[in-house]
């Protein structure tokens, strides 16, 4: 049920948005603060509404990282270490060395070596159960990796961009050779692409859909326009958002072929229905695929490539949001800044510093509950909010015929029907639609079976509203600046 959805996201919003992002970022030569500025004042917060929620993203995306590292490290044994309920972390007698299913109490020994070995996960948000000290020491090694990778800026990024992007595809294809030969490998594949119907009236599966867009190409956080101001004035940026767009399209299908191929053999192997392994979020993972490589043939080797393969895509995502922050920092307080810091990579050092403190609360034993609570009200929530609201700006108030006479300056043609169409009409009231029927239809965050505390909840609403408040606050101030009617300001 999720291809669809995905699919008509991608054409009606991913690709037009992404065109558009890269056309305000080549022909401003600003990054989001100043561009969105400039097109359209009233709407001003926009722009640092988005280096918020990529700095806010940036403080517990590395946490998945860190997590990675830990599997990673762990995988290199005569066995491994989620394979057996032999260890010392399994509970015996509530645990199988396979999947049992949706009926039993029972727990598979690779859930249970994420929830006691990794985690070591508390029974709530209440109870922070103190540092798990070895993932905290994973945590500041990809913070470590990430400064290495970023601290000469964007050239040095570009550089090592072109392995961590390229390395994935070797092995997502390596994978996807292996696991089709498996038993049961064509149930799998069948149930990741035949729709189910019924659940495409479901907003969640649109919401869903259309948040994994926005997450995986990186729309409204701001990332694409900072890298776009680094082009030549009339670079080309039809062709890099089409590319852009089927690349990570392509990228997504071809990942869920190689995941669900793998969820179709273990079906195979336990005689369980695919829907009964399937899951979402990052069990998905660093649960099923983790089980899955503990009987695959030389899983010696499958194991650390498909973690290494992990790092090398989460890598990609964090160099983005973290630049973002320190792109944005060095544009409004360059000079004061640098009076203090002396040069520019101490200034990226100080952001890395600064998103590993805050996210120390991640890996804590309880750390699990605050990671869930940070990507709900962040990825979700808060990107919903914000996309429409730089859709209204740009498309709406800056308006459609002003973003073509742009890409006309830059390409030398006007964008074709289709852009402006999606632009006009199509893009903001698919974004406005999925808003207003998320919130109509809200169900409060939860982790599996747990629920979080009211308090939680509005400590969500609050990582939701330091992103988002930026927008009525910088409209407020506008109006109050200059004179005139609200069409003048």
């Not at 490539?305 to 630049?323: I, K, P």
Request: one cysteine or more; glycine letters at 8%; charged letters at 10%.
């Amino acid at each position: 049920a999720f291809m669809i959805p995905y699919l008509v996201m991608v054409i009606l919003c991913g690709i037009p948005l992404l065109f558009m992002e890269f056309a305000i970022g080549q022909y401003t030569r600003l990054g989001p603060v100043h561009a969105l500025a400039k097109i359209c004042p009233l709407l001003k917060g926009v722009g640092l509404a988005t280096v918020v929620i990529s700095f806010v993203f940036s403080t517990y995306y590395n946490v998945l990282m860190s997590w990675a590292l830990f599997y990673l490290f762990n995988s290199f044994g005569a066995t491994l270490p989620w394979k057996s309920c032999n260890n010392t972390w399994n509970a015996v007698g509530n645990c199988s060395t396979g999947f049992p299913g949706n009926t039993t109490h029972l727990q598979s020994a690779s859930q249970q070596f994420f929830d006691h070995r990794l985690l070591e996960k508390t029974s709530g948000i209440e109870e922070a159960g103190g540092l798990r000290w070895e993932l905290f020491g994973c945590l500041l090694i990809s913070w470590v990796i990430v400064y290495l990778c970023i601290f000469k800026g964007v050239k040095s990024t570009g550089k090592v961009v072109y392995f961590t992007a390229v390395f994935p595809y070797f092995i997502l294809f390596a994978l996807l050779i292996n696991n089709v030969q498996l038993p049961g490998a064509k149930n799998g594949i069948l149930y990741f692409v035949t729709p189910v119907w019924s659940k495409l009236f479901e907003v969640k599966v649109w919401v869903n859909a259309a948040a994994q867009v926005f997450n995986s190409i990186g729309i409204a956080f701001g990332s694409m326009i900072s890298m776009a101001s680094y082009n030549k004035f009339n670079n080309n940026i039809l062709r890099d958002a089409l590319i852009v767009s089927f690349t990570n399209s392509f990228t997504s299908i071809l990942a869920g072929f190689v995941i669900f191929s793998a969820i179709g053999y273990m079906a195979h192997i336990h005689n369980l229905p695919v829907d009964n392994i399937a899951t979402d979020g990052p069990g998905l993972v660093f649960v099923v695929y983790p089980e899955v490589l503990s009987t695959m043939p030389v899983f010696q080797l499958w194991a650390p490539l498909f973690f290494f393969m992990l790092l090398c895509l989460g890598l990609d995502s964090q160099f983005a949001t973290v630049e973002v922050a320190v792109t944005f920092i060095k544009d409004e307080f360059g000079p004061n800044v640098l009076r203090f810091l002396k040069r520019e990579e101490l200034l990226a050092l100080a952001v890395c510093v600064f998103c590993f403190m805050l996210g120390i609360p991640h890996v804590t034993k309880g750390g699990i509950y605050v990671f869930q609570l940070m990507d709900h009200y962040t990825a979700v929530v808060s990107l919903m909010f914000l996309a429409f609201f730089e859709v209204v700006a740009v498309c709406w108030i800056f308006g459609v015929p002003r973003i073509s006479f742009m890409v006309k300056r830059m390409l030398g043609k006007t964008p074709n029907i289709y852009f402006r169409l999606c632009w006009l009409l199509l893009c903001p009231m698919l974004v406005l639609c999925i808003l207003i029927f998320s919130i109509v239809q809200y169900t409060p965050v939860h982790y599996g079976k747990y629920t979080y505390p009211v308090w939680a909840e509005w400590a969500g609403w609050g990582i939701s509203l330091v992103s988002i408040v930026w927008i009525p606050l910088g409209a407020i101030q506008e109006i109050y600046n200059n004179k005139g009617s609200l069409l003048q300001v």
